[in-house]
Nanobody, 116 residues
Framework: QVLFVESGGGLVQPGGSLRLSCEVSGITFNFHRFAWYRQPPGKQREWVADITRDGKKNYADSVKGRFTISRDDAENTANVYLQMNALVPEDTADYYC????????WGQGTEVTVSS
């Protein structure tokens, strides 16, 4: 079973930065696209960014130019990162990683709060 374990969230002031990490284990094939998603308080979960095995990246318009997704792959594991810069209060959410083309079991997520 594939497991996703997110970390790196916290409280940050507007304009600040955070780097989220996601440890992925139990991968049978690591050619899948990984993605970051977020769920703002009281809202539905939304896609934020994704990355292919060879590094092609896609971003939601709301984070384009501010967030950068990256990944490191090993035989049966991977690490997926989300560098978040120029954070704004609207980025406040629980952040999750998962596959892009199909969904595995969700991890516990990591909470990001952008507030002064």
């Amino acid at each position: 079973q594939v497991l996703f374990v997110e970390s790196g969230g916290g409280l940050v002031q507007p304009g600040g930065s955070l780097r989220l990490s996601c440890e992925v284990s139990g991968i049978t094939f690591n050619f899948h696209r990984f993605a970051w998603y977020r769920q703002p308080p009281g809202k539905q979960r939304e896609w934020v960014a994704d990355i292919t095995r060879d590094g092609k990246k896609n971003y939601a318009d709301s984070v384009k130019g501010r967030f950068t997704i990256s990944r490191d792959d090993a035989e049966n594991t991977a690490n997926v990162y989300l560098q978040m810069n120029a954070l704004v209060p609207e980025d406040t959410a629980d952040y999750y990683c998962n596959f892009k083309d199909f969904l595995g079991a969700w991890g516990q997520g990591t909470e990001v709060t952008v507030s002064s």
